[in-house]
């Protein structure tokens, strides 16, 4: 049962095959046996996810139009408020934290009746590549558990590929959700940014921060994709447009005469040889199926790494400014006297985990007076050229692909001690975030030296996202007949799967 | 090669409100130079005449009509409270008493 798609189990509750508490049961008994060894979760809400699948089992018995999801049980990310559950965003400042309302993803998500079996682990705050950077312990790569899962949506990632749930909810400011996806060997899409609402997404990096998709196929992440999607008036960056018609994108698996473009700066040096093997085995996929394969040339996108550690922790030395110990969240030092100057600092001091500090430090620094032009300043126009580069590459291409991370999981504590070498994880992914446009990662295969899966990224123009489901339906379809199955069914059991 | 000594990160650290220890003040300060090395890259090109981009979508400020609408109650709005009295967020002393 667990081991089945979204679309499967889908299928099965409106047949009446099995009933969504069964079904909920078999993830929760599942999550019982594997989560001590991969700890995708933080918090499990076996109750309420028991009690919302019997509400829609009941709706269905008494005939009901449900939507195709409902009943079907999901994983979210710890960085999106849901009312009464403890919400952290992988935080100590946060512990033990009920948000008194639903994040729109999650009100969303409510609203098709899916069920919610609990809240991943995550880098804090989403600031990290590998999940390490969690104030409750890493995760662990249910590929090899000496790895990490790849971060920040590590948690997420993890219990879709160890099936402790068919979808999830992750979120990517720098390629979080991709770069996990690629190193779990499962799907995982950044919509468009405003495609989503951030309301109730607990803020990073503002104008980078976009929620989206986890499935083990590309069809499921689809299907979560148009749940999650949607204009909403308390987020004003959202969009106002109709969500683009994804779910039948994936069901469409064409990509003939389209044109895509390989990114001639984002391969070679730095990339790992089966990643590189892999991404182009999949070009040739691709080719074979009548797609046109064209080479496009984004010089800026060399300092896109750069730009994005100035932007993002500068945005979030702002954002984090909101846990000062008053309202919600960790106190401490308030013995009788204290000022609230320094209780905010113990709290901060003693809330915050070591690469948060490291941000908030970087973007106090690059936002100070003397330095912003140089910093900050050169970086908001890096981020224009970066825009200028797609849009010529869009011109020339449909979409644009890459592989989604330069290696596959790495050991737990490799990279923990090196922030730089940990920055160059996102590498690949990041150029989307700047751009504010979409990108998905889908699995490419397993790199010959390590047997570890490799992420296929595929990039498209703000609001284009069904040409991302269309590539990858397409690229999926003749993966899966070349391999016999999809690659996620490789995946070690964990004991006990059944 | 850029750095910032255990000084500048300590003033930082103040300005940002987190009382760090000195085994901090020293690592961070060891790091940043590797660190600013990395970012400062974005000064490598010529700049001049690139606009800045501070946010990927092209939208003028978002209105809505100012009515009154359903929000929380206070017990909701003080239910994660640290401390409180009287419906409202009780916080340490905010002015000196020299002052």
Known sequence: ?498 | MSSLSRDDVAKLASLARIEMTEEELVNLASQFGSILDAVARVQELNLEGVKATSHPQPIENIFREDVVQPSLTPEQALSGAPAQEDQRFRVPQILGEAE
């Open chain 1, 1 to 498: 049962m667990i081991k089945k798609t979204a679309a499967q189990m889908s299928a099965s509750l409106t047949s009446g095959e099995t009933t969504s508490v069964a079904l909920t049961q078999s993830h929760l008994d599942r999550i019982n046996e594997v989560d001590s060894k991969v700890k995708a979760f933080l918090h499990v809400d076996g109750e309420n996810a028991l009690a919302q699948a019997a509400k829609v089992d009941a709706e269905r018995a008494a005939g009901k139009k449900l939507h195709p999801l409902a009943g079907v049980p999901l994983a979210l990310k710890d960085v999106l408020a849901q009312e009464g559950v403890p919400t952290t965003a992988g935080s100590k400042i946060l512990q033990g934290w009920k948000p008194p309302y639903d994040s729109t993803v999650v009100s969303k998500l409510k609203q098709a009746g899916i069920v919610i079996l609990g809240k991943t682990n995550m880098d804090e705050f989403a600031m990290g590549s590998s999940t390490e950077n969690s104030g409750y312990g890493p995760t662990f790569n249910p590929w090899d558990l000496t790895r990490t899962p790849g971060g920040s949506s590590g948690g997420s990632a993890a219990a879709v590929s160890a099936f402790e749930a068919p979808i999830a909810v992750g979120s990517d400011t720098g390629g979080s959700i991709r770069q996990p996806a690629a190193l779990t060997g499962i799907v995982g899409v950044r919509p468009t940014y405003g495609a989503v609402s951030r309301y109730g997404l607990i803020a990073y990096s503002s104008s980078l921060d976009q929620a989206g998709p986890f499935g083990r196929t590309v069809l499921d992440t689809a299907m979560l994709h148009e749940v999650m999607a949607g204009h909403d008036p308390k987020d004003a960056t959202s969009i106002n447009a109709a969500v683009p018609n994804v779910v039948s994108a994936a069901r469409s698996a064409d990509v003939k005469g389209k044109k895509i473009g390989v990114i001639k700066q984002l391969q070679g040096s730095g990339y790992q040889a089966g990643v590189l093997a892999r991404f182009n085995e999949s070009l040739d996929l691709l080719a074979s199926l009548g797609a046109e394969i064209v080479e496009v040339d984004c010089p800026s996108f060399e300092f896109a790494l750069a730009a994005y550690y100035l932007i993002a922790p500068s945005e979030c030395s702002s954002n984090l400014a909101r846990f000062d110990a008053m309202r919600y969240g960790l106190r401490t030092g308030d013995d009788n006297g204290a000022s609230a100057e320094s209780v905010m600092n113990a709290t901060r001091e003693a809330g915050f985990g070591r690469e948060v500090k490291r941000r908030i430090i970087l973007g106090t620094y690059a936002l100070s007076s003397g330095y912003y032009d140089a910093y900050y300043g050169s970086a908001q126009k890096i981020r224009t050229l970066i825009i200028e580069d797609y849009k010529k590459a869009f011109t020339q291409a449909d979409v644009l692909v890459s592989p989604t991370s330069p290696i596959t999981a790495f050991k737990i504590g490799e990279k923990s001690e090196d922030p730089i070498a940990m920055y160059l994880a996102d590498v690949a992914t990041i150029p989307v975030n700047l751009a504010g446009i979409c990108g998905m990662s889908l699995p490419a295969g397993l790199a010959d030296e390590d047997g570890l899966p490799v992420g296929f990224q595929i990039m498209a123009p703000a609001m284009q996202d069904q040409r991302l489901y269309e590539v990858g339906s397409a690229l999926e379809a003749a993966l899966v007949s070349k391999w016999g199955g999809h690659l996620i069914d490789q995946v070690p059991a964990l004991g006990g799967a059944k």
